[in-house]
């Protein structure tokens, strides 16, 4: 009797023992199951924040720049430029409001030329030439210049027909002199997009140097 006690007894302990096992397997399994949704919901997160943040750069880096508050200031939008080379010279200078001068200056001839470009018809319409051996005889037989532009304002005239918007300076470093020239610009011509021609107009010019004064001392 006591014998079939003690089985049931360890049957009963045995049963016991493995409903606890499978609460237990099942206990895990359901925690590995919400790690497993946790890692995997963090993961996805990460990959999203990842390709928000890719887009977000794109999008500022191809946004206009009027659109990210960058502003030229505008003596930069319509600054004048100058180069040259041993024999050649150029620069530009605004005509008037609506139009912009290129100057070109061939040292070998004495040749200043301007062109000035039609914006509205896109395309070089008037022309102004003058040579500067005459005003800087002291150049000699292998002339160097030098080539710049400066704006001019409050320019006194008749309504239509007076001096364009800038002058155009050419040095004579040898000799230390100068001399500008202005174009003749007519606004009623250029209203009507017509072609314009003429000569450039000698404003003046000057000693900058003593120069000349030394350079005919050594002779």
């Known amino acids: 009797m006591d014998s079939t006690n003690n089985m049931d007894n360890s049957e009963l302990n045995s049963s016991e023992s493995a409903a606890e096992l499978k609460k237990a397997t099942e206990n895990l399994s359901s925690q590995e199951i919400r790690t497993g949704k946790s890692l995997s919901f963090w993961k ?21 720049a009027a659109q990210t508050g960058i502003e030229l200031p505008p003596e930069l939008l319509r600054a004048s430029a100058t180069h040259g080379t041993n024999n050649f010279a150029v ?13 070109f200056l061939d040292f070998l001839t004495g040749e200043l030329t301007c062109w000035v470009y039609y914006p509205r018809i896109q395309q ?10 005459a005003a800087l005889p002291a150049a000699g037989q292998n002339p160097q210049y030098l080539l710049v532009t400066g704006t ?8 239509n027909a007076r001096p364009g918007g800038c002058l155009v300076y050419v040095v004579e470093p040898t000799s230390g002199t100068f001399v500008a020239y ?4 007519n606004r009623a011509v250029e209203k009507q997009q017509a072609p314009q021609a003429g000569a450039l107009v000698l404003a003046g010019g000057g000693q900058v140097s003593s120069r000349g004064a030394a350079i005919r001392d050594n002779k």
Do not use: C, Y
């Open 91 to 103: 620069a530009t200078g605004l005509v008037s409001d609506d139009a912009e001068g290129v100057f």
């Open 152 to 159: 001019m304002t409050g320019v006194v005239g008749a309504a």
């Open 44 to 64: 996805g997160a990460s990959i999203g924040m990842l390709i928000g943040a890719t887009m977000l750069t794109v999008a500022l880096w191809q946004r206009p």
């Open 182 to 185: 202005v174009v003749p610009w």
């Open 124 to 133: 070089f319409n008037a022309k102004f030439t003058t040579n500067v051996a």
